[in-house]
């Protein structure tokens, strides 16, 4: 049975830092995209930041309103996926989701939802003053 258990959301000021966590059980995530999204109130949920766990190493990709300020990584000897957030916005308060993806064909396709297969129950972000 896959499981995937978020945690880590919080409560912060504008400007200040998170980090969320993802353990992973009963998946094989080697040579699979994992990823981040994420939905706000009364919009779709999107895709935030993806990593790719290849033989050779890990390729990464993000949405454009993230850049530069969240990285993805993961540590498989803990079997758990990170999204380091710095630099937080009230933009992007919402409901964070860990998610395992099906057969996708780009990086780009990682971040389309419709791709999931396997998702987390999600963990708060709150940005507020």
């Known amino acids: 049975q896959v499981q995937l258990v978020e945690s880590g959301g919080d409560s912060v000021q504008p400007g200040g830092s998170l980090t969320l966590s993802c353990v992973v059980s009963?998946?094989?995530?080697?040579?699979?995209?994992m990823g981040w999204f994420r939905q706000a109130p009364g919009k779709e949920r999107e895709g935030v930041a993806v990593i790719y766990n290849g033989v050779s190493g890990f390729s990464t990709y993000y949405a454009d309103s993230v850049k530069g300020r969240f990285t993805i990584s993961q540590d498989n000897s803990k079997n758990t996926l990170y999204l380091r957030m710095n630099s937080l916005k009230p933009e992007d308060t919402a409901m964070y989701y860990c998610?395992?993806?099906?057969?996708?064909?780009?990086?780009?396709?990682?971040?389309?939802?419709?791709?999931?297969?396997?998702w987390g129950q999600g963990t708060q972000v709150t940005v507020s003053s």
């Open positions: 009963g998946y094989n995530y080697m040579r699979k995209w």
């Open positions: 998610a395992a993806l099906g057969s996708v064909e780009s990086a780009i396709q990682a971040l389309r939802s419709d791709r999931v297969n396997y």
